[in-house]
């Protein structure tokens, strides 16, 4: 293992968007298991040390590459079209106002059954954003598109979170 890899690399899996979880579960608790501090307990401390180093960078991968938005980001940014969500918020036109309806329903949402609609349009909204990212960057190879969808996709799981909050409102 080379701390320098990428996550892919440390994984041993292909640089693309779609992976298989379970393949991405079984490589992490393989890899966790190989660099244990436990297991290096008999070569002393600095060996401990190396291993938990290790063990951190194997949690900081995993966490990047079973999240797809995450993994997204990270395959942008390895293919020189990073996030940049802070300082780069441009976004198409129709998504532009799809958000603003969104944003009108959740305001006029007044039962359970509304917020379920809106709940049904972001699902459908982040699986075609989903499936978008994962042409632009596979099939493509266009990761400055996948960036922007990637934004995209930041902002609809962020208002997913919104609507959860009104969701537990109501049912106060």
């Avoid at 942008?76 to 198409?92: F, H, K, W, Y």
């Avoid at 917020?115 to 596979?138: F, K, M, P, S, Y």
Wanted: proline share 3%; net charge negative.
């Amino acid at each position: 293992m080379n701390l320098q890899s990428n996550d892919f690399e440390l994984f041993g899996l292909p640089e693309r968007f779609a992976q298989d979880r379970a393949a991405i579960d079984a490589r992490w608790k393989e890899l966790q298991r190989e660099a244990h501090p436990d297991k290096f307990a008999a070569q002393g401390h600095a060996a401990q040390r190396v291993a938990m180093q290790w063990s951190v960078r194997i949690n900081e991968a995993y966490q990047r590459l079973k999240d797809p938005l995450k993994r997204a980001a990270y395959l942008c940014d390895l293919r020189g079209a990073p996030i940049d969500a802070e300082n780069n918020t441009a976004m198409p036109a129709d998504f532009l106002v799809e958000q603003m309806e969104w944003r009108e329903a959740l305001d006029e949402a007044r039962s359970a059954a509304d917020l379920d609609v809106l709940e049904n349009q972001l699902d459908r909204a982040r699986n075609e954003t989903l499936q978008n990212i994962g042409q632009l960057l596979d099939e493509r190879q266009d990761a400055a598109a996948a960036a922007q969808r990637v934004r995209a996709l930041m902002f609809i799981e962020r208002f997913g979170h919104d609507v959860e909050s009104r969701v537990d409102q109501l049912g106060q």
